[in-house]
Nanobody, 117 residues
Framework: QVRLVESGGGLLQAGGSLRLSCAAS????????MGWFRQAPGKEREFVGG???????RYADSVKGRFTISRDNDKNTVYLQMNSLKPDDTAVYYC???????????WGQGTQVTVSS
């Protein structure tokens, strides 16, 4: 059974930092790309960034230079380091197995990030 569990969300002030984790199980983690997405209230889910199985990384323009994605294949975990957070970053953050080209097939339950001004 494939499972993704996000953690690390919370409430913080603008300008702060947070690191989200996504622990995966049920698949050979190192063979798959991973993506991070977010969904704010009343808005559609949007792509934040992704990392391929080989380590190629891409980011949405809205987070480029502030967010960093990494993965630890020994721990079957992908991370999203978020710096210089803004109120507009407030959303539920999700991780998923997949790539922008092939799509995403398994999703976590999400973790809430709230940034106050």
């Amino acid at each position: 059974q494939v499972r993704l569990v996000e953690s690390g969300g919370g409430l913080l002030q603008a300008g702060g930092s947070l690191r989200l984790s996504c622990a995966a199980s049920g698949r050979t983690f190192s063979s798959y790309g991973m993506g991070w997405f977010r969904q704010a209230p009343g808005k559609e889910r949007e792509f934040v960034g992704g990392i391929s199985w080989s380590g190629y990384i891409r980011y949405a323009d809205s987070v480029k230079g502030r967010f960093t994605i990494s993965r630890d294949n020994d721990k079957n975990t992908v991370y999203l380091q978020m710096n210089s957070l803004k109120p507009d970053d407030t959303a539920v953050y999700y991780c998923a197995f997949g790539t922008p080209v092939n799509g995403y097939d398994y999703w976590g339950q999400g973790t809430q990030v709230t940034v106050s001004s």
